[in-house]
């Protein structure tokens, strides 16, 4: 086999058996989670050791710092949506962060992305027109 692209070509869990090569596991997803782990695992440093204050002040910018994190990987276009809301969601409210993780000394966040998928196939369609006929686009 010669892997070309970035897809695997072991099945995913729950396959159901026919040729659908869009079940397929897409290695670049794989690649942009992970350096987006990495990266917000360095940002939730900056927070350890943090007041977690009565007022939710430190949680909001908590909050803010994440938000800003991810809009990075939406301007590059990694993250698909027209729009950030469209692309990622952050939670750090209040069923993310109970009294009882708070308790705890943790800080939570909950985070949903959409990956922007690549072009694996390119088409052209060229067409030949005569010297006298109109060129459409």
Do not use: C
């Not at 782990?37 to 803010?64: M, N, P, Y």
């Amino acid at each position: 086999y010669r892997l070309y692209g970035y897809r695997s070509l072991a099945w995913p869990e729950g396959y159901t058996g026919h040729e659908d090569s869009s079940v397929w596991t897409n290695f670049g997803a794989v690649r942009l989670r992970m350096a987006i782990t990495a990266g917000l695992q360095a940002l939730g440093e900056q927070f350890l050791f943090s007041q977690l204050d009565g007022q939710g002040l430190k949680i909001a910018e908590f909050h803010g710092a994440v938000v800003g994190y991810m809009q990075q990987w939406w301007q590059l276009g990694a993250l698909y949506g027209a729009t950030p809301a469209e692309a990622f969601s952050v939670d750090t409210g209040p069923s993310v962060n109970t009294i009882n993780t708070l308790a705890n000394n943790e800080l939570h966040v909950k985070i949903g992305i959409r990956i922007s998928p690549f072009a694996e196939l390119v088409w052209f369609e060229v067409t030949k027109v005569a010297i006298t006929e109109a060129l459409a686009a």
